[in-house]
């Protein structure tokens, strides 16, 4: 791969030390012309977020990388027979050589082995495409495109990272092409139609809200399926203009509701990834709100958790200007991407939306259970609402009744429905949960057990707002141990949260051999529906012995552990240490 001067700039890409897109091209067409009895594949690869990293490391570490690539691609190939490779693009790599399937795979293995060794603080995923040349007479740019179809078909997934094309690629392709083709028509025709699927509380099945969802109606197609157009105009930026459409149609609809003194619940909408990144969001949420008068709190925003992969600075910077603006955020989709706790940790959602088909299949529907148990439980000790979605049947509208989730959404309640079969469904007896019930409540200090499981918002600390001694216990089997406490209880067993949480989480640890009878009955009343109550001592971390006199109640039961929650009191200048029993 070397010539001179004017030759050498058109043939050689000056940051990479590859050849061009051009060139390749060209070279590609003499290799598989001049071989005919070879069998040729050309494999693609691409680096995915290289955009992410020139914003945080700079444009020079992106180049630095681009052109380690160059020198991985020539180490690997510069002596095998019969291939060329070079820069398509960016950061979009092509390599044109003999096929033989365990070679392949091994330059891949080569590749990634390579970009794994480059020192750098960020995680670089590299996602590969391959086409093999069967029609030797296609245009190679053609084929580079078909390479690229396979590449793109699995960019972004975690588990798989490379893909051969196939024709249903192809056809694939032609059905995208064909909805870009419509896609400007179509909103100016009002073919997209905003559906409406409630949200409903678990405790009364009340409605507490809707989400706004888009459906594109074509005459001559009929209904398209939004997975068929929102990923192509997510691809061509297309999805700003009909994310913007949705908005106002559906500040529209609750307007119209206003003006007929009809109920309305808050009404969620999506803004897509690609909207994230658009300077000018906030203006036009701000602007279509305002036409309206809308008042806050009745449109709320659905955002999904993959944008924070892409960017958690930008996402945590238009949360927040987006809640000064008076929207409630929800978070659409938590627990599917795989920065889940960062994003939890950073990002200041109002509202957690968790999809039921996380459970999905049978293998580890143990383990899905116990993951989503312990997603709603750090939602409320963190003191943010969770909705679920996805729920269809009785079933499982009880097991996430027994977990303490308290909102879901899903075809068991209904289906997405017209505006028209939404007024209806409004109007259908269905009891429109009051705004003031959404917004989130300072605890009163005298707490009943409903009052206090059922606190579980953003104004309700569990650490610090309550004065008494309160404990959060896990029971498995016979194992009881404590979640969560106030600091009451610290001060009342005479510790404190650091070094409790070293040596004094499990319960029957602390408590006299010969009053543990007690304590486990309490736990197995509350099990059995009643509210577990019992005088016993406990030992304390200083060495001392106090009486306690406590109630729990079960507040959650998933399967093999058993959450409860207990109030409790120190009593031991009541107590007749002798006896055991209260003084007169």
Not at 257 to 278: A, F, G, H, Q, T
Not at 470 to 494: F, P, S, W
Not at 514 to 523: L, Q, T
Request: glycine share 6%.
């Amino acid at each position: 791969m070397r010539s001179s001067g004017v030759e050498e700039h058109n043939r050689i890409d000056r940051l990479t030390g590859v050849y061009t897109k051009e060139y390749f091209y060209q070279e590609a067409r003499k290799l598989i012309d001049e071989n005919p009895k070879i069998r040729f594949a050309i494999l693609e690869m691409d680096i995915n977020r290289l955009t992410m990293i020139n914003e945080l490391m700079g444009m020079a570490e992106g180049d630095r990388l681009l052109s380690y690539i160059g020198s991985v691609l020539m180490e690997i190939f510069t002596h095998e027979p019969h291939s060329i490779y070079g820069r398509i693009h960016a950061d979009l790599f092509a390599v044109c050589c003999p096929y033989e399937e365990s070679r392949m795979f091994q330059y891949i293995n080569l590749i990634e082995t390579a970009i794994k060794e480059y020192q750098i603080n960020f995680e670089i995923l590299v996602t590969f495409g391959i086409y093999l040349c069967d029609e030797k007479k296609l245009n190679v740019s053609i084929m580079c495109d078909r390479a690229n179809m396979a590449l793109k078909s699995v960019k972004g997934n975690y588990v798989t990272h490379c893909a051969f094309y196939d024709n249903n690629m192809h056809d694939k392709k032609m059905r995208e092409q064909e909805i870009t083709q419509h896609m400007n028509k179509a909103l100016k025709n009002r073919e997209f139609v905003v559906y409406f699927q409630p949200k409903h509380s678990l405790d009364d099945n009340s409605i507490i809200g809707a989400e706004a969802l888009v459906r594109w109606v074509s005459p001559e197609k009929g209904m398209i399926s939004p997975g068929e157009f929102i990923p192509v105009f997510e691809e061509n930026g297309f999805i700003m203009k009909l994310d913007a459409y949705v908005w106002e149609e559906t500040c529209a609809f609750i307007r119209k509701r206003l003006d007929d003194e009809k109920e309305i619940p808050p009404i969620s909408v999506n803004v897509s990834r690609v909207n994230m990144y658009n300077p000018m969001l906030c203006d036009t949420l701000s602007k279509i709100v305002k036409k309206y008068k809308i008042p806050n709190g009745l449109l709320e925003l659905e955002l999904t958790e993959s944008a924070y992969t892409e960017n958690p600075q930008l996402m945590i910077q238009t949360i927040k200007q987006l809640q000064q603006l008076g929207f409630r955020v929800e978070m659409d989709d938590f627990g599917s991407g795989y920065s889940s706790l960062n994003m939890l940790k950073d990002v200041p959602v109002d509202v957690l939306k968790i999809d039921l088909n996380f459970l999905s299949g049978n293998s580890n529907q143990e383990k899905g259970t116990s993951i989503m148990s312990a997603i709603v439980r750090m939602a409320k000790w963190l003191g943010i609402p969770a909705i679920v979605e996805g729920v269809e049947t009785k079933e499982q509208v009880v097991f996430l009744k027994s977990i303490g989730c308290t909102m879901a959404q899903g075809y068991y309640y209904a289906k997405p429905m017209s505006r028209q079969d939404f007024e209806k469904y409004l109007e259908s007896g269905f009891r429109i949960a009051p705004k003031e019930e959404l917004v989130q409540k300072e605890p009163d200090i005298y707490l009943d057990f409903e009052q206090l499981w059922k606190s579980g918002t953003r104004g309700f600390d569990l650490y610090s707002d309550i004065p008494s001694a309160c404990g959060l216990y896990e029971k498995e089997q016979n194992q009881i141990e404590l979640i969560r406490a106030t600091d009451g209880y610290y001060d009342m067993v005479h510790s404190n949260r650091k070094e409790f949480y070293f040596d004094g989480l499990y319960l029957l640890g602390w408590i006299p051999e010969e009053d543990r009878p007690i304590v486990m009955k309490m736990f197995d009343d509350a099990e059995n529906g009643m509210i577990g109550e019992g005088l016993y001592r406990r030992n304390c971390h200083d060495g001392t012995t106090i009486w306690l006199h406590t109630k729990i109640k079960n507040v959650s039961n998933d399967g093999k552990r058993k959450m409860f929650l207990a109030m409790i009191n120190d009593v031991t200048k009541f107590v007749d240490d002798k006896s055991g029993k209260m003084k007169q």
